[in-house]
């Protein structure tokens, strides 16, 4: 009676139009109230407990690292390096839409956010060269959902909130299936591209791949951080959110200046002589160098506790060093004796520059820019935190009652087997994943699902995967698929258009749906090589 009454109300209300988090915290305590011999104390127990889980704490600061990766600056750096790698094979821009959206999806770890960030510039971008608005908008719907499948991901976060599995783990299982779904799509595309004769960017060499590279560096280099501290044993997930939001706060005000006091002030300006701009080139080359030696030598060696600081900033200064040398050599004249000068005019650019940080870094904490991102940070945790604690309250209930254990048993009773279970688990994902949001469908499923899946010997890391891409899915499939409402808002389409012009690309997820689903292996070789097998206990 009790299990009835529980999924009553929450589809009941949820089709009356009642919020999740609600939907979710009032049933849990009505069938708590009148069905359970649970106290109604437990109530106030988990909302505490759930608000003071660890790993959520990773949430806000990853939307918090998004926020200020969102800005127009760092997307345009992106799709530059895309275009630049990518761009000269048939539809290489649409190809490269798709891959500035895997890699910025690496930086924000939401769908929506990668939708608006992309899909701003590329949209206008294959509009200009020839390619349907239709088109540009069915392939940006489809490569922003891997927002949420590309690590770090704020979903996989929720799952492993939710189930109690790692998020190292989850985080490095998505890299395989975010770069096949990413190449799938690519080859859609070129098929597509051959079939109507789209159009090729011209290859402009190496050497513009390498200028792509430098402007998106500092952006990308937010995706060192994050996974390199996590596998290097520096940081826990959570810690490695906490340290990726005041790295991307420090670039987008202070490196990129897309917002804040020194919005549009350039390092270098035209009255600067060519030598001093080589000089402070030479200056920064090194300084850069030398930081991510130091970075990444630390999170390969920290763990096994190999190489001394002091031997690490060696071979850093010798390195930085032969930057200093090798680049006024490069690009200046007057050979080795005018290296010192070249290098001397060069810190006049710098001193401005750091004079102009130190004048207005206090004020760049304060600016409006910086107060409007925290404040659309603040919004969207508040809202998604709601959602998991009363989404938490939700699966107590589901265990007290042993909601779960009495499924699994009847599912059993019908001779369900891991095989037809995993496609019980996609059509129940695939249809609820058309009517909700990700993650608060992703908390009600998992709580009733996890314990089933280690009953029938599921990997819960690969089921997880197949969780996460079911609502990838679910967001481009009306009627509430949020990327396709953040794409008609950007394109200016009716929703109407932008599903007709989305679903030729869904039909490539869901043949990447089934390949994840039965092909294990995509989930879990990478954690496994890593970090071990995973130890399964009675959850």
Same mark, same amino acid.
């Given at each position: 009676?009790?299990?009835?009454?529980?999924?009553?109300?929450?589809?009941?209300?949820?089709?009356?139009?009642?919020?999740?988090?609600?939907?979710?915290?009032?049933?849990?305590?009505?069938?708590?109230?009148?069905?359970?011999?649970?106290?109604?104390?437990?109530?106030?127990?988990?909302?505490? #407990?759930?608000?003071?889980?660890?790993?959520?704490?990773?949430? !806000?600061?990853?939307?918090?690292?998004?926020?200020?990766?969102?800005?127009?600056?760092?997307?345009?750096?992106?799709?530059?390096?895309?275009?630049?790698?990518?761009?000269?094979?048939?539809?290489?821009?649409?190809?490269?839409?798709?891959?500035?959206?895997?890699?910025?999806?690496?930086?924000?770890?939401?769908?929506?956010?990668?939708?608006?960030?992309?899909?701003?510039?590329? *949209?206008?971008?294959?509009?200009?060269?020839?390619?349907?608005?239709?088109?540009?908008?069915?392939?940006?719907?489809?490569?922003?959902?891997?927002?949420?499948?590309?690590?770090?991901? *704020?979903?996989?976060?929720?799952?492993?909130?939710?189930?109690?599995?790692?998020?190292?783990?989850?985080?490095?299982?998505?890299?395989?299936?975010?770069?096949?779904?990413?190449?799938?799509?690519?080859?859609?595309?070129?098929?597509?591209?051959?079939?109507?004769?789209?159009?090729?960017?011209?290859?402009?060499?190496?050497?513009?791949?390498?200028?792509?590279?430098?402007?998106?560096?500092?952006?990308?280099?937010?995706?060192?951080?994050?996974?390199?501290?996590?596998?290097?044993?520096?940081?826990?997930?959570?810690?490695?959110?906490?340290?990726?939001?005041?790295?991307?706060?420090?670039?987008?005000?202070?490196?990129?200046?897309?917002?804040?006091?020194?919005?549009?002030?350039?390092?270098?300006?035209?009255?600067?002589?060519?030598?001093?701009?080589?000089?402070?080139?030479?200056?920064?080359?090194?300084?850069?160098?030398?930081?991510?030696?130091?970075?990444?030598?630390?999170?390969?060696?920290?763990?096994?506790?190999?190489?001394?600081?002091?031997?690490?900033?060696?071979?850093?200064?010798?390195?930085?060093?032969?930057? &200093?040398?090798?680049?006024?050599?490069?690009?200046?004249?007057?050979?080795?004796?005018?290296?010192?000068?070249?290098?001397?005019?060069?810190?006049?650019?710098?001193?401005?520059?750091?004079?102009?940080?130190?004048?207005?870094?206090?004020?760049?904490?304060?600016?409006?820019? #910086?107060?409007?991102?925290?404040?659309?940070?603040?919004?969207?945790?508040?809202?998604?935190?709601?959602?998991?604690?009363?989404?938490?309250?939700?699966?107590?209930?589901?265990?007290?009652?042993?909601?779960?254990?009495?499924?699994?048993?009847?599912?059993?009773?019908?001779?369900?087997?891991?095989?037809?279970?995993?496609?019980?688990?996609?059509?129940?994902? &695939?249809?609820?994943?058309?009517?909700?949001?990700?993650?608060?469908?992703?908390?009600?499923?998992? !709580?009733?699902?996890?314990?089933?899946?280690?009953?029938?010997?599921?990997?819960?890391?690969?089921?997880?995967?197949?969780?996460?891409?079911?609502?990838?899915?679910?967001?481009?499939?009306?009627?509430?698929?949020?990327?396709?409402?953040?794409?008609?808002?950007?394109?200016?389409?009716?929703?109407?258009?932008?599903?007709?012009?989305?679903?030729?690309?869904?039909?490539?997820?869901?043949?990447?749906?089934?390949?994840?689903?039965?092909? !294990?292996?995509?989930?879990?070789?990478?954690?496994?090589?890593?970090?071990?097998?995973?130890?399964?206990?009675?959850?």
């Amino acid at each position: 009676m009790e299990t009835t009454f529980l999924f009553v109300m929450v589809l009941g209300l949820l089709f009356l139009g009642v919020p999740v988090a609600i939907s979710l915290g009032l049933s849990s305590v009505l069938t708590i109230a009148l069905f359970s011999s649970d106290s109604m104390s437990s109530v106030a127990l988990q909302l505490f #407990t759930a608000s003071q889980n660890y790993t959520l704490l990773a949430i !806000p600061f990853f939307i918090l690292a998004s926020a200020f990766m969102s800005t127009g600056g760092v997307a345009r750096r992106i799709i530059h390096f895309a275009i630049a790698t990518i761009g000269h094979f048939r539809g290489g821009l649409a190809m490269a839409s798709v891959f500035a959206c895997m890699m910025f999806a690496a930086l924000s770890g939401s769908s929506p956010a990668t939708v608006v960030a992309i899909g701003t510039i590329a *949209i206008a971008g294959m509009r200009q060269v020839g390619y349907s608005k239709e088109f540009a908008a069915g392939i940006i719907a489809n490569a922003g959902t891997l927002g949420i499948l590309i690590p770090p991901s *704020i979903v996989m976060v929720v799952y492993a909130a939710a189930t109690n599995v790692s998020v190292g783990r989850m985080f490095l299982a998505g890299i395989i299936p975010g770069v096949v779904a990413g190449l799938m799509l690519m080859i859609a595309i070129y098929i597509q591209a051959r079939r109507k004769n789209l159009p090729a960017e011209e290859w402009k060499g190496f050497g513009e791949v390498i200028a792509g590279g430098k402007e998106a560096g500092w952006g990308l280099f937010l995706i060192v951080i994050i996974l390199g501290g996590i596998y290097g044993g520096v940081f826990t997930p959570t810690e490695a959110a906490a340290v990726a939001a005041v790295y991307a706060a420090f670039v987008a005000l202070f490196i990129y200046r897309d917002m804040g006091p020194l919005k549009e002030k350039a390092w270098t300006e035209p009255t600067d002589s060519r030598r001093a701009v080589v000089g402070f080139k030479a200056l920064v080359y090194a300084l850069a160098f030398f930081f991510v030696w130091m970075m990444l030598s630390f999170f390969a060696f920290a763990e096994a506790g190999e190489g001394s600081f002091s031997s690490r900033a060696l071979i850093g200064l010798v390195c930085a060093a032969l930057i &200093l040398i090798a680049y006024p050599l490069w690009r200046a004249e007057g050979g080795a004796a005018a290296v010192p000068g070249t290098l001397g005019a060069g810190l006049p650019v710098w001193g401005r520059n750091l004079g102009q940080v130190g004048r207005h870094f206090f004020g760049a904490l304060f600016h409006a820019d #910086t107060h409007k991102v925290l404040v659309d940070a603040g919004k969207t945790t508040v809202m998604l935190m709601f959602i998991i604690v009363n989404a938490l309250l939700f699966a107590h209930v589901l265990t007290s009652e042993r909601i779960p254990d009495a499924i699994a048993a009847m599912m059993l009773d019908y001779g369900f087997n891991w095989f037809t279970f995993l496609i019980a688990v996609n059509i129940l994902l &695939l249809i609820g994943g058309q009517f909700m949001e990700p993650s608060g469908l992703l908390l009600i499923v998992a !709580p009733v699902v996890f314990p089933i899946a280690m009953e029938l010997g599921v990997d819960p890391i690969h089921l997880g995967i197949i969780m996460v891409v079911n609502m990838e899915i679910g967001m481009i499939t009306p009627p509430i698929g949020l990327n396709l409402f953040v794409t008609s808002g950007i394109t200016g389409m009716s929703l109407i258009q932008v599903v007709r012009a989305a679903m030729p690309f869904v039909g490539v997820l869901f043949i990447f749906l089934l390949l994840v689903t039965y092909v !294990p292996w995509l989930s879990t070789a990478v954690p496994t090589a890593l970090m071990g097998p995973e130890i399964i206990t009675n959850r």
